[in-house]
């Protein structure tokens, strides 16, 4: 069993694409170009493989296929098996990196009309707190990580999609603390409200006893899982005749934002739950704030912006922050 849905991807890798080419190879004969011709293989589609149908490989896909195998022969030098790394100076295939899909305020409220209330608050808290979609469907009424009163929320516990467990560490294993606006606090009480159960009813990894319910259910009474919140972002989405995107850009939306009001880049960071700050990073974007900074730091002139035919009203200031077939209820098996 893994932990995470990650593990279990990365174990699939192994089963289906570095043990049918290497799992004869002794590791001391693993030569350098052997492995750039594997590298070529995989991307066309022709590399040994335990998949039935293989096609050709997008660059990504590659890419991490590739450093599933890096690992192993990374760990066996460090553990002096090896003495050189065959995968060292390998060029992989460059993938076009597209833009990240965004949901902002403005979109969300687009989608609000067409969402039944208990997905209009689950967008609405992911976008006002920046949870993944399976630490919104982790999040127990656990009273030691939910302060209402003092407006503070503990992230901690984690749905584990694939294996549907929760398990009691996020991504980063660190929990994280996040400061509750009233419209959040508001959507936890409305929730909340729901009579408790007396415990999850979700099997937790290690065997950790559970005595809270979730804060979030779906309709029928199961986890409140991606791609049921995702079903529902679709619908809503072809409802408002708009381009759907998955919950994750809600997510994203949250960070764009405070990396566009001037947050440090540490501080955002802490909030995301990011270990590696580079990640946080990508929400930090081009803004006419930082254009604005840059230019005035070298002594340019800085643009005036239109603000509207009349300005702004007097003591105000600009506001510069901007279907499938329907899953299955883990539960219940009903959306």
Same mark, same amino acid.
């Given at each position: 069993?893994?932990?995470?849905?990650?593990?279990?991807?990365?174990?699939?890798?192994? %089963?289906?694409?570095?043990?049918?080419?290497?799992?004869?190879?002794?590791?001391?004969?693993?030569?350098?170009?052997?492995?750039?011709?594997?590298?070529?293989? +995989? *991307?066309?589609?022709?590399?040994?493989?335990?998949?039935?149908?293989?096609?050709? /490989?997008?660059?990504?896909?590659? *890419?991490?296929?590739?450093?599933?195998?890096?690992?192993?022969?990374?760990?066996?030098?460090?553990?002096?098996?090896?003495?050189?790394?065959?995968?060292?100076?390998?060029?992989?295939? /460059?993938?076009?990196? %597209?833009?990240?899909?965004?949901?902002?305020?403005?979109?969300?409220?687009? =989608?609000?009309?067409?969402?039944?209330?208990?997905?209009?608050?689950?967008?609405?808290?992911?976008?006002?707190?920046? +949870?993944?979609?399976?630490?919104?469907?982790?999040?127990?009424?656990?009273?030691?990580?939910?302060?209402? /009163?003092?407006?503070?929320?503990?992230?901690?516990?984690?749905?584990?999609?694939?294996?549907?467990?929760?398990?009691?560490?996020? %991504?980063?294993?660190?929990?994280? #603390? +996040?400061? =509750?606006?009233?419209?959040?606090?508001?959507?936890?009480?409305? *929730?909340?409200?729901?009579?408790?159960?007396?415990?999850?009813? #979700?099997?937790?990894?290690?065997?950790?006893?559970?005595?809270?319910?979730? #804060?979030?259910?779906?309709?029928?009474?199961?986890?409140?899982?991606?791609?049921?919140?995702?079903?529902?972002?679709?619908?809503?989405?072809?409802?408002?005749?708009?381009?759907?995107?998955?919950?994750?850009?809600?997510? @994203?939306?949250?960070?764009?934002?405070?990396?566009?009001?001037?947050?440090?880049?540490?501080?955002?960071?802490?909030?995301?739950?990011?270990?590696?700050?580079?990640?946080?990073?990508?929400?930090?974007?081009?803004?006419?704030?930082? %254009?604005?900074?840059? =230019?005035?730091?070298?002594?340019?002139?800085?643009?005036?912006?239109?603000?509207?035919? @009349?300005?702004?009203?007097?003591?105000?200031?600009?506001?510069? *922050?901007?279907?499938?077939?329907?899953?299955?209820?883990?539960?219940?098996? #009903?959306?």
């Amino acid at each position: 069993m893994f932990e995470s849905d990650t593990g279990g991807v990365e174990a699939a890798i192994v %089963k289906n694409y570095l043990m049918p080419r290497w799992k004869d190879v002794a590791l001391n004969m693993i030569a350098h170009n052997e492995v750039k011709t594997w590298v070529k293989d +995989l *991307q066309t589609g022709h590399a040994p493989s335990a998949v039935e149908r293989q096609g050709s /490989k997008a660059p990504s896909y590659v *890419q991490r296929v590739f450093s599933v195998f890096s690992v192993s022969i990374t760990a066996a030098v460090d553990r002096g098996v090896l003495t050189a790394s065959p995968t060292a100076g390998v060029r992989l295939p /460059k993938r076009q990196r %597209k833009p990240k899909k965004v949901i902002m305020p403005d979109e969300a409220a687009t =989608l609000s009309p067409h969402l039944d209330q208990i997905y209009r608050d689950a967008v609405d808290f992911v976008e006002l707190t920046g +949870l993944r979609p399976n630490e919104l469907a982790g999040l127990h009424r656990d009273p030691e990580r939910i302060d209402l /009163k003092g407006g503070w929320l503990v992230v901690a516990d984690v749905y584990v999609f694939k294996a549907k467990m929760i398990r009691g560490y996020p %991504k980063d294993r660190e929990p994280r #603390v +996040l400061p =509750l606006s009233p419209k959040a606090i508001e959507i936890l009480k409305r *929730q909340m409200e729901r009579p408790a159960l007396e415990n999850c009813g #979700v099997p937790h990894m290690r065997d950790e006893v559970c005595r809270h319910d979730l #804060v979030f259910r779906a309709p029928a009474g199961g986890v409140l899982n991606r791609d049921i919140l995702g079903h529902h972002l679709r619908k809503a989405a072809a409802a408002a005749k708009i381009g759907a995107k998955p919950p994750y850009a809600l997510r @994203r939306g949250f960070a764009t934002r405070l990396g566009r009001s001037n947050l440090d880049i540490f501080t955002l960071a802490d909030l995301m739950g990011h270990s590696d700050i580079n990640l946080t990073r990508e929400y930090v974007g081009e803004t006419d704030d930082k %254009k604005s900074r840059v =230019l005035a730091s070298l002594g340019e002139p800085v643009p005036l912006k239109a603000v509207g035919s @009349r300005g702004t009203d007097r003591g105000t200031e600009v506001d510069n *922050q901007t279907s499938p077939e329907p899953p299955k209820d883990d539960a219940k098996h #009903v959306v």
